[in-house]
Every structure is written in structure tokens, then in C-alpha cells.
């Protein structure tokens, strides 16, 4: 079975850092895009990072300079480092693969379960 496995998450006090990984049961090679997004109590689900098969990234306006998204294509895993960590962080953060084949089944889209970030101030 396809899956998306996050981790890492928790409780951290307001300038800390955390850094989440996603586990794919998958070879990650030939998916064009990964990344994070998350939804917070009320909020639609927005894009935190992505990263693209070809090495460019691309990040919210809200994180930028302070989360990194990398991915190792050997471990089939993909990392957020969030640093600098505020109280508008805390969410629910979610794991995203997009546009990938698995097992002759062209996948559109695939999410993992979501782990709990809060921030405390």
C-alpha cells in the first residue's frame, strides 16, 4: 500500500525548532513534486514548501527564511526544518507527493496522516 508517513512534530516554545519527516513507502525518484502544507483550527489547508524533482523549491511568504524543505531521494524521505518557530505556526502539517506513477497507476495527488505542530508564546 502507498503511503505517507509524517513524524516529528510537537510542542515547542515560540522561537524553537522542529524539524518533521516524511516516510514514503515508495521510491521518490520519479515524483516530480514534494512537500508540507498545513491547516491550523478554522483555516483552509495552505502550502508551506514544496520541492520539485528538478532541485528548485518554493515556500509561503509566511516561512520564508525560516523553514527549509529538502528531500532525500536514497531514503525516500522528505524534511522540513522549521526554525525561528511562532504561534501562527501551530497546525496540523501535512505531507504531499504529486504527479507520480505506482504500479501502472498514475497518482494525481497522495497525503499523509498529519502531525500536530503547536507553538506555544
Known amino acids: 500500500q502507498v503511503q505517507l508517513v509524517e513524524s516529528g512534530g510537537g510542542l515547542v516554545q515560540a522561537g524553537g525548532s522542529l524539524r518533521l519527516s516524511c516516510a514514503a513507502s515508495?521510491?521518490?525518484?520519479?515524483?516530480?513534486?514534494m512537500g508540507w502544507y498545513r491547516q491550523a483550527p478554522g483555516k483552509q489547508r495552505e502550502l508551506v514548501a514544496i520541492?520539485?524533482?528538478?532541485?528548485?523549491?518554493r515556500y509561503a511568504d509566511s516561512v520564508k527564511g525560516r523553514f527549509t524543505v529538502s528531500r532525500d531521494n536514497a531514503q525516500n524521505r522528505v524534511y522540513l526544518q522549521m526554525n525561528s518557530l511562532e504561534p501562527e505556526d501551530t497546525a496540523i502539517y501535512y505531507c504531499?507527493?504529486?504527479?507520480?506513477?505506482?504500479?501502472?497507476?498514475?497518482?494525481?495527488?497522495?497525503w499523509g496522516q498529519g502531525t500536530q505542530v503547536t507553538v506555544s508564546s
Open positions: 520541492t520539485i524533482s528538478s532541485g528548485s523549491t
Open positions: 504531499n507527493a504529486q504527479s507520480f506513477w505506482y504500479e501502472s497507476t498514475w497518482m494525481e495527488e497522495l
Open positions: 515508495l521510491n521518490i525518484n520519479n515524483i516530480i513534486q
